[in-house]
């Protein structure tokens, strides 16, 4: 906590607000977790987390970090573009997994499977 | 501090023996790894706790105790964490092997019978 | 005055991104379903790399992002993980 | 000669003949009887040799350093008395041989037998001539082993087999207690050596541990010899060929016993406890052998109980407090050795030229074999106690001393010399019986062969030993007596009492006795007659009190039902049980040793309360607990959780500042989270049932005690938690690793410096862990075999291939493809990136948080990612992985780096570091450190792919079996 | 600075280090690599073994700093008479085993050459190191490589008794690293000798918590050394294991005893000050219940690799109750028995096989209730031509022999060296009661003398099951470098019975040494007289 | 020069990655972060990815933009949903099947980042065969809006890209 007194306040007034809202969306996204009925709808709230609100905490760390250094720190870009990328595998293995097994006990919540396409001539 | 981490290993112990005494092959293996937790934490806890003290020296540093944590038990951590992945890999594979061979994933590879 | 002002900000974060935790946790717990633990192991993995990415502002050291940038690379592998087993009962076919 | 070769020789080369023989071919009879002939004769000629040194009085010594510190030296001693008895080893061995040598059939495989018997010799000749009575022990355990091998020596037979057995285990028992018994005496007197201990008869006497040591010595003596309770073994030890019983059984093994009670007499006889217990077991054993010797219907059965008998008599004798019953004694042991020896010979020149043994068969051989009929009944006289032959002798001298010995209480002195002659009388009767069952009465018919007069030389050893019976019953004091003198001097030293050899005392107490006895014994006899004709098996009165089905009852039960009961109560197989007692265990230690010297908390200040991780900690608790409670029914839940305690120990580690243990512990969460999931396809399913919930009574208490366990583990480790981190810690180590990590080790990260530099050998170790268990699981899973619930392909992927089947045009994997069109894009583009990682981690290992452990597992992942969104043909055709090679070079680089040292003249793992300087890139760091990192890396790599990849290999063999499997199922049907 | 001969003290970890890790890389590609640099290491640290031997009788400790790091910072090795006898032990098992092995045990399964050069790397770290922590990475390199040779072949009974023994040990070594930790943590030291030499200044108040931690180090120990009644997972895993690999697992069990041993003697020793002999009492007490066990035991059981992995007990119990009584001439016999009962069970157990080759499926099932004391109905033979004896082949005469060897050293009867094992442990014992005789001595005297007789008992019924009763023995196709490696063991227990006086003050001398460690404490305590640091 | 860099593009964003992790930009850093950015576009290749050719990359700056201020908004749109007490009952949510014309299998997964990348939307299923793409939609007001959102916003300017 040192080095924080050393940064001037127009600095640490944003990065306490993004601080502050990163890890408000991501409480947000985890109480969707719990309030959220289906599992369809849960699966939605914890990108919340993964999205503005790393997005917002990575800023923060990166002005912080940028200006007691008196340089600029990058470092954060690269968590939120593998959040980015990784996000997407989870969910959607999660939710095809979840298809999968509702589908299987014949849930009306569900879409069926699709109608056999025609076949594709060559 | 102290008291907090002290419990918490507690709980990680507790939890481990109680799996480690189940019958079933995969109760025991989830009990060793929050035994190993449990010990982890243990080992590292004996070189004091230093919460936000720098972890690595500056170049040409002669550090002191007075800044920086004892880095010995880290040390030794790390030993016992790759030996407790390696173990359980084994332990894993031999009660797959066990479940097979036997049929069945009691740890004594056969049902009680009562 | 900085001090105060990032301090305050960082531990309220750091509380939040705990409870947030909490949540996930307690919808391990609950489940219903394999798919919400999964889902719920996942917010945890976000929560606990967002919650380091804070305490490496709150201690000023740089050495704790490598940690938080493992989590986000390497935390998705053990839920997709999960989720293929899920999906088609076994992790690798 | 010297007396320490002779001495050598006499013992050696017993021995070394065994071997010899034992190397013979199979067929060669003759050679092998040649052989142990000569050494018997090579021994005798010892044992003149030494005839004049021991008539002077001398004792021949030799002493060799064996176990100098605990008191054991290899002494060979040879007294009077030890004299003797090689005497009769060495000329009755020879008698022996030349006789079994016509006994054994030609088709006996004889060199082995010779080879037993060779090796008994030179045992039972250590046994006389040890000057160490641990050294006389060893011996003494040797003549049991050889005499097990020689009675069992027609193994083929149910009855040698058990008669082997049960002599070993009584006679081995015995000089295990003799062992023991021994130890005590050396403990009395300060040493094992047998002139010694002789020299400390006082002090033993009178020493607190005088009755142990005499019963475990005792012990020792009556087994041997065959004495009441632990007779039974003997009869049975009759299912050897008769040469061995007419060597063992009259003349060496038996009398092993009371060598040793005569040889010790000296050092612990003449107390009232020595008589109680030597004496008493002689008489009920004189009385009860020759009762039950008359009841024989076997020929060397009754031999055999007659032999127990006449040892009985003889361990009286030296039972009494008196010299002159030890002289009887020693007169009795030569005495007895010449006739029985000689009738064991007759009856088995009776048994091989007639096919069979029992008396009530046989009848009327006077007219077929006349001459061994002469020597029988010659001998049996002797037996018998008739005059002027040997055993009249001592039998004369036997009754003297039961009229005149001091008994310690006057019950026994009373019935002592009406017990001598009842047992005489029924010596005279079985004798009878011997002699005129087998040799009297009508020629038989039915017998299985066709009896004659047997080889001249088979009778050979009959007549030297019968000549010897009537020539030392004649001219006692001219013959037999120098010898006998020689022994009783040696013992008794200085003691010695007046003792008269002559054949004729006049008219006294003793030769009524004898003439008493003797008529009874024909009455007996006549009287009997009836009773033993029948087929009636055994003696009355006590038939049913046959020691052998005792011993052996009991046997059963205690090395065998009991044992088992109690390995059963004592043990278990079961793991759960175990892991209770080490858990038990361990907390019990723990709490003894606090509870003991006691300990609180440290006087350290508690550090404030940081309410996250406080909060942090609530989670972990809860993942922790809630995995305990899930992993019964809900495996994945609760490997969720692992997960999630996992992160919290992970994120414990970056808040009290270790970083690269959060980086190691983040990686094989991964890691080990994904090789579970592979594990839980093998795995049974497991609901939970309605009706399991309920758990019943004894479940419930076990639960609880488990409970009770797991809170006591809990609290006790949280205590040494507590107290540990409330203490100073020393810092002795961490000061010296802090001020040299940089300087010395080349390092900023100081973790990593002690991992590859100051304690490298630990790391290099580990690696060694790590490849061990990935080569095991690799071999272990080779063979692996899924069990039959486990063997079918997965439900999702079943149900999906009948969907896509349904759908026209579509080949199976399609749809899986289509699922994974983008997370397979996806990842595929992560590969890369995450080597870019792992080598990030690995380079900047040394002064920054990383290093080869973690950079190999980041590589493992990528790899494995690859096999989870790509499938394992897709991936291992793209990606040539040889993990062995990885293992294999990891190891080397490792261990190379370590040994690069000694090229530099440093020991093992000296590291080596220097900032090169390179154009462009500028100043580089240079260790060898890195080196045995990158080692550590290709390693840790190479062993998890081996384990990860084996274990998804187990899927791929699952699916090609499938089809094949359905494809036979079908045919069944 | 370091003359070759200095080497010399690493050479037994390196050797199958480096021998291991190259068999991996050469791989399935050409078996005569993989066995020729088996043999040459096995052999290798046979003649180390000796040469090393004959380095400890010098009066000086020899110490190693890995690393040229000062012994308090670093790691050392340790050479003293214990380590080099323990060091002679495993080479001559292992070459043994080896050879063994090579007739066609490897072939059972993946890996069997490197991870039996791992396993003999581990025993030998363990052996020499003398440092606490370092000590556990060699116990766990032992156990790692041990895992895979119990394993070694699969099959139901191997991996079901490999899941206990695996995870048995796995929570020793939880507990291992829970007592190594506190030990870093109230004394700050790693080093053995450097926590021996703190033993006596540890403050009051921390004493009882490094008792702790050293009882729950004991329990690890105690837990590998299979005492009663933490030892149950080992007549199993044992007499699951493939021959050769029980055979070179036969000398596992004794690592818990040389750790105890020194260990225990080395901290607990008379200069302990407040904490001099703790837990000796349980020590002597486990040893007794372990002999009574493991007697018992050997007595409930008909099969051979079961009776032998009994054995193993008896002889750890044995050993536990002589370094129990605290006196240093016992354990001077200690090691005597140690030496002799490694060498005779290793025979054992490589003799077992042999032995069963030649019975025929399920005999010993019919011999339990036919021929266990004789009781059964006697066998019915024509009087004609039983009076014949049966020539037996030379094979199973080679056998026999070898069998009864065994017996006799497992029985402690002569003329082997296990007579005078027991010897060497009882006679120092009674002499040393000088006024009295303790009740403990009686006990131990008894539990000795009886444990040999449950031997004997359990041999013979055995043996004459194996060798007498079974009708025509069929001639089991035996290798002779199989008969050749058994031979060899037990040649070695004969050579000790003759060479049993410089072998016994050799025993001495290092009991000795184990019970004044000062010797070894300034040994690797001194300051290095070269300069410390691996830089430049 | 394809057969040592068969994906320029990736190799230079490996370097930007390496330099990032480093934080250096010293020549030293440049050469090896090349080094390894070639060698691990290397192994991509070996994992037979197909090649991405963009095109209009002048584009992107404004589609990025775009996202971020779609990410903010539906953050926000979610996370009221979430804390409005009665959010959860009024709300309707569903699955919207889409038909894409889209092949190529970067744009399809940038479109699935993006689609995931906004809260309120997830990417289900695809079907290749026919195309059609499976949408969960937390706040579900009407089908056809959301395909057109899919469709025009997105999928149109990525196949400009990517196609
Ligand atoms: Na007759
Ligand atoms: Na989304």
Redesign the interface.
């Given at each position: 906590m040192n080095q924080a007194a050393d940064l001037p306040l127009w600095a640490a007034l944003p990065v306490a607000a993004l601080v502050l809202l990163g890890a408000g969306l991501a409480l947000v996204g985890s109480i969707g977790l719990l309030k959220l009925r289906s599992f369809y709808d849960r699966i939605h709230a914890p990108t919340l987390g993964t999205t503005l609100g790393i997005g917002c905490v990575l800023l923060a760390s990166m002005l912080f970090f940028s200006v007691l250094q008196t340089r600029f720190v990058l470092h954060e870009i690269l968590i939120t573009a593998f959040m980015v990328v990784t996000t997407p595998v989870t969910l959607m293995l999660l939710a095809r997994a979840a298809l999968y097994r509702d589908r299987q006990e014949g849930s009306a919540e569900v879409p069926p499977v699709p109608p056999a396409a025609p076949p594709v001539k060559e | 501090m102290e008291l907090v981490l002290s419990l918490g290993i507690g709980v990680l112990a507790g939890s481990g023996v109680w799996l480690l005494l189940r019958p079933r092959t995969f109760q025991v293996i989830i009990g060793l790894a929050l035994l190993s937790y449990a010990v982890n934490l243990f080992i590292f806890s004996t070189g004091g706790l230093r919460s936000g003290s720098p972890a690595i020296l500056e170049p040409g540093e002669v550090g002191t105790i007075a800044e920086y944590a004892d880095p010995l038990p880290q040390a030794l951590v790390l030993t016992a964490i790759v030996i407790g992945f390696a173990t359980t890999a084994l332990l894993l594979v031999v009660l797959l092997a066990a479940r097979g061979l036997t049929g069945t994933d009691h740890v004594d590879g056969r049902e009680r019978e009562r | 005055m900085s001090a105060a002002i990032i301090g305050s900000a960082v531990l309220i974060a750091q509380i939040m991104l705990v409870a947030a935790m909490g949540c996930a946790t307690y919808r391990i717990l609950r489940g219903p379903r394999a798919q919400d633990r999964v889902l719920a192991l996942d917010t945890m993995y976000v929560n606990a790399a967002i919650l380091l990415v804070v305490f490496g502002i709150r201690s000023g050291s740089i050495y704790y992002f490598e940690a938080a940038l493992l989590i986000t690379l390497l935390g998705f592998v053990a839920t997709a993980a999960a989720s293929k087993f899920l999906m088609r009962g076994e992790v690798i076919e | 000669m010297p007396d320490s070769v002779l001495l050598l020789t006499l013992i050696v080369l017993p021995f070394v003949a065994s071997i010899g023989a034992g190397l013979l071919p199979t067929g060669a009879r003759d050679t092998a009887s040649a052989l142990a002939g000569a050494v018997a004769l090579i021994g005798l000629g010892m044992v003149w040799a030494a005839y004049p040194a021991i008539s002077e009085g001398t004792v021949l010594r030799a002493e060799f350093a064996w176990m100098p510190s605990l008191g054991l030296n290899f002494v060979l001693r040879m007294d009077g008395f030890a004299w003797l008895f090689c005497g009769l080893i060495t000329g009755i061995g020879a008698l022996v041989v030349l006789y079994a040598r016509y006994y054994m059939s030609s088709e006996d495989p004889v060199p082995r037998f010779f080879a037993f018997l060779l090796a008994f010799m030179g045992a039972m000749t250590g046994v006389v001539i040890s000057g160490n009575l641990i050294q006389l022990a060893f011996f003494w355990e040797l003549t049991s082993l050889f005499s097990f091998l020689l009675i069992g020596y027609w193994h083929h037979l149910a009855a040698a087999r058990d008669g082997a057995r049960m002599a070993l285990t009584i006679t081995a028992t015995g000089g295990l207690s003799l062992f023991a018994g021994i130890l005590v005496l050396g403990h009395i007197v300060g040493s094992y050596d047998l002139d010694a201990v002789l020299a400390a008869g006082d002090r033993i006497r009178e020493h607190a541990l005088y009755l142990p040591a005499l019963l475990l010595i005792v012990l020792g003596a009556l087994t041997k010899s065959a004495q009441f309770p632990f007779h039974f073994w003997l009869p049975h030890a009759m299912a050897a060929p008769t040469p061995v019983s007419a060597y063992l059984h009259s003349a060496t093994l038996v009398k092993a016993g009371v060598f040793l009670l005569a040889r010790l007499w000296p050092a612990m006889a003449g107390t009232d406890a020595w008589t109680w217990t030597v004496g008493l077991a002689g008489l009920i054993t004189m009385l009860i052998g020759a009762y039950i010797a008359i009841f024989q219907n076997d020929l060397k059965g009754l031999l055999a109980y007659s032999t127990i008998s006449h040892l009985g008599l003889i361990t009286l004798l030296l039972g009494l407090k008196s010299e002159l019953a030890l002289v009887a004694a020693i007169f009795h042991i030569i005495n007895h050795a010449a006739f029985k020896c000689s009738l064991f010979m007759a009856a088995g020149i009776i048994d091989h030229e007639t096919g069979t043994r029992d008396i009530r068969r046989l009848s009327g051989l006077n007219q077929s074999m006349p001459f061994t009929a002469r020597l029988a009944m010659v001998a049996a006289a002797a037996m018998a106690g008739v005059p002027l032959l040997n055993g009249f002798l001592s039998k004369e001298m036997f009754f003297a001393e039961a009229l005149s010995a001091e008994a310690p209480v006057s019950t026994l002195l009373n019935i002592l010399p009406i017990a001598a002659m009842t047992a005489s009388a029924f010596s005279v009767a079985y004798s009878l019986r011997f002699i005129h069952g087998a040799f009297f009465g009508p020629e038989a018919t039915d017998l299985p062969r066709k009896p004659h007069e047997p080889a001249t030389w088979m009778r050979f050893p009959v007549e030297i030993l019968v000549l010897t019976c009537i020539v030392v019953g004649v001219l006692p004091a001219a013959t037999v007596g120098p010898f006998l003198s020689l022994a009783v001097h040696s013992v008794l030293g200085n003691h010695v009492p007046y003792y008269s050899l002559a054949v004729w005392h006049g008219f006294n107490l003793p030769l009524l006795m004898s003439v008493v006895a003797m008529v009874a014994g024909i009455l007996l006899y006549l009287l009997l007659q009836r009773r033993l004709r029948s087929d009636v098996e055994g003696p009355p009165v006590i038939w049913r009190l046959e020691g052998q089905r005792i011993f052996e009852r009991v046997m059963v039960f205690v090395s065998w039902r009991l044992a088992r009961r109690l390995e059963a109560v004592l043990g278990t197989r079961r793991l759960q049980p175990q892991l209770r007692l080490l858990v038990g265990i361990a907390i019990l230690a723990g709490a003894t040793a606090a509870w003991w010297r006691g300990f609180g908390p440290g006087n350290l200040p508690p550090s404030p309360v940081d309410p996250v991780l406080l909060l942090i900690w609530v989670v972990g608790g809860a993942c922790s607990l809630g995995a305990a409670w899930l992993a019964k029914f809900h495996r994945l839940a609760a490997l969720i959780l692992v997960g999630g305690a996992g992160l919290v120990v992970c994120i414990t580690f970056v808040w009290f500042s270790a970083p690269d243990l959060a980086l190691t512990q983040l990686t094989v969460e991964v890691v080990t989270t994904v090789l579970l999931l592979l594990g839980l396809r093998w795995l049974p399913k497991r609901v939970q049932l309605p009706g399991e919930r309920g758990p019943e009574v004894l479940s419930r208490t076990r639960r609880l005690r488990d409970l009770a366990l797991a809170t006591g583990a809990g609290l006790g480790m949280a205590a040494l938690a507590y107290a540990t981190m409330t203490r100073t810690p020393p810092d002795l180590l961490a000061r010296h690793f802090l001020a040299r990590a940089y300087t010395e080790g080349g390092g900023t990260n100081v973790v990593n410096v002690i991992l590859v530099d100051f304690r490298g050998f630990d790391t290099l170790g580990e690696i060694f862990v790590v490849a061990a268990v990935a080569l095991t699981t690799y071999a272990l899973l080779r063979r692996f075999r899924p069990a039959q619930d486990s063997v079918e392909i997965p439900e999702q992927q079943r149900d999906q291939a009948a969907t896509d089947a349904n759908e026209a045009g579509r080949a199976e994997p399609g749809r899986v493809a289509d699922w994974l069109l983008v997370p397979f894009t996806l990842t595929r583009l992560l590969f890369p990136v995450m080597l870019i990682v792992a080598m990030y981690l690995l380079l900047r290992g040394h002064d920054l948080p990383g290093g080869g452990f973690s950079a190999g597992m980041v590589v493992a992942i990528a790899i494995i990612l690859q096999y989870m969104i790509g499938g394992t043909e897709w991936t291992e055709d793209r990606l040539r992985l040889r993990p062995q090679l990885w293992v294999g070079a990891g190891l080397l680089l490792a261990a190379g780096t370590g040994l690069a040292a000694w090229l530099f003249g440093r020991p093992f793992m000296t590291s080596y570091f220097a900032y090169g300087e390179l154009p462009i890139i500028g100043k580089v760091p240079m260790a060898s450190a890195l080196i045995f990192d990158i080692g550590v890396f290709a390693l840790v790599v190479g062993a998890t792919l081996l384990m990860l990849v084996a274990l998804a290999h187990q899927s791929v063999r699952a699916h090609r079996a499938a089809p094949r499997r359905a494809a036979t199922e079908a045919g069944d049907d | 600075m370091t003359g070759w001969i200095d080497h010399l003290l690493i050479a037994p970890i390196v050797v199958p280090m480096l021998a291991g890790a190259a068999m991996i890389l050469v791989g399935d590609r050409s078996r005569t690599v993989v066995l020729a640099l088996g043999l040459l290491s096995t052999a290798a640290l046979v003649v180390l073994a000796i040469v090393l031997l004959g380095l400890a009788q010098e009066p000086v400790v020899r110490i190693y700093r890995l690393g040229n790091w000062p012994a308090l910072f670093g790691i050392v090795l340790v050479l003293d008479r214990l380590t080099a006898l323990m060091l002679t032990l495993a080479a001559v098992l292992g070459f043994s085993a080896f050879l063994f092995a090579i007739c066609r045990w490897h072939r059972a399964g993946a890996h069997f050459h490197p991870l039996f050069q791992f396993q003999l790397m581990g025993l030998n770290g363990a052996f020499l190191t003398g440092d606490l922590f370092n000590l556990f990475v060699f116990f766990e390199v032992m156990l790692a490589a041990s895992y895979g040779m119990a394993l070694h072949g699969s099959g139901v009974a191997r991996v079901r008794a490999g899941l206990h023994y695996i995870v048995i040990n796995l929570v020793a070594s939880l507990l291992f690293l829970i007592g190594a930790s506190v030990v870093y943590g109230i004394a700050g030291t790693l080093n053995m000798a450097d926590l021996a030499a703190r033993m006596r200044s540890v403050a009051v108040e921390d004493r009882g918590l490094l008792e702790t931690g050293l009882g729950i180090l004991g329990i690890a120990f105690l837990t590998k050394a299979a005492m009663w009644p933490l030892g149950f997972w080992l007549p199993p895993t044992y007499a699951a294991a493939t021959t050769p690999a029980a055979a070179i697992l036969s000398i596992l069990s004794k690592v818990g005893i040389y750790a105890v041993l020194r260990v225990w003697l080395l901290l607990f020793g008379d200069e302990a000050g407040a904490s001099a002999g703790f837990g000796g009492t349980w020590l002597l007490l486990g040893g007794l219940a372990t002999i009574a066990f493991g007697s018992i035991a050997v007595l409930a059981t008909q099969n051979l690799p079961r009776l032998a992995g009994a054995s193993v007990m008896v002889s750890s119990g044995t050993l536990l109750a002589a370094i129990g009584t605290g006196q240093v001439a016992v354990t001077g016999g200690a090691l005597f028995y140690l030496t002799s009962s490694v060498l005779a069970i290793g025979a054992f157990f490589l003799l077992i096989e042999l032995v069963e080759r030649g019975r025929e499926v399920g005999a010993d099932v019919l011999a339990v209730t036919r021929e266990a004391f004789g009781t059964g109905e006697e066998d019915e033979e024509s009087p004609e031509h039983e009076e014949v004896g049966v020539a037996i082949p030379g094979t199973v005469a080679i056998l026999g022999v070898t069998f009864m060897a065994c017996a006799l050293l497992l029985a402690g009867l002569p003329p082997l060296s296990g007579f005078l094992a027991k010897f060497a442990i009882l006679a120092p014992l009674l002499t040393y009661g000088d006024g009295g005789v303790p009740a403990t001595t009686w006990a131990l005297m008894v539990a000795l003398i009886l444990s040999g007789l449950a031997s004997l008992i359990a041999m013979l019924r055995v043996g004459i099951d194996v060798f007498w009763a079974s009708p025509a023995p069929r001639v089991p196709r035996i290798a002779l470098l199989e008969i050749a490696s058994v031979s060899l063991l037990l040649v070695l227990c004969a050579a000790l019975t003759a060479g049993a006086g410089p072998a016994m003050e050799y025993m001495q001398a290092a009991a000795r040494a184990l019970h004044a460690p000062g010797d070894y404490l300034n040994g690797v305590l001194a300051v290095p007289t070269t300069l410390p640091g691996g830089g430049g | 020069m394809r057969r040592w860099l068969p994906y320029p593009l990736?190799a230079l964003s490996?370097l930007v990655?390496?330099l990032?992790?480093?934080?250096s930009t010293?020549?030293?850093a440049f050469?090896?972060g090349g080094v390894?950015?070639v060698?691990?576009?290397g192994?991509?290749a070996?994992?037979?990815?197909p090649a991405a050719h963009l095109r209009r990359l002048a584009t992107i700056p404004a589609l990025l933009l775009d996202i971020l201020v779609e990410?903010?908004r539906s953050?926000n749109a979610?996370?009221r949903?979430?804390?409005s007490p009665g959010g959860?009952s009024t709300r309707r949510?569903g699955?919207v099947?889409i038909s894409l014309d889209m092949r190529s299998?970067?744009g399809?997964?940038a479109l699935?980042?993006i689609?995931?990348?906004?809260?309120?939307?997830?990417?289900?299923?695809?079907?290749?065969?026919?195309g059609?793409m499976?949408l969960?939609v937390?706040d579900l007001i009407d089908d056809e809006a959301w395909v057109r959102i899919v469709k025009d916003r997105w999928e149109r300017r990525l196949m400009d890209i990517f196609e």
């Open positions: - | - | - | - | - | 990736v490996l990655l390496w990032l992790l480093t934080g010293s020549p030293g050469l090896l390894l950015a060698a691990g576009s192994a991509l070996a994992l037979t990815m990410i903010v953050n979610v996370a949903i979430i804390l959860t949510s699955f099947r299998p970067h399809l997964a699935a980042c689609l995931t990348a906004t809260p309120g939307t997830v990417w289900v299923e695809y079907d290749s065969s026919d059609t499976l969960h937390l």
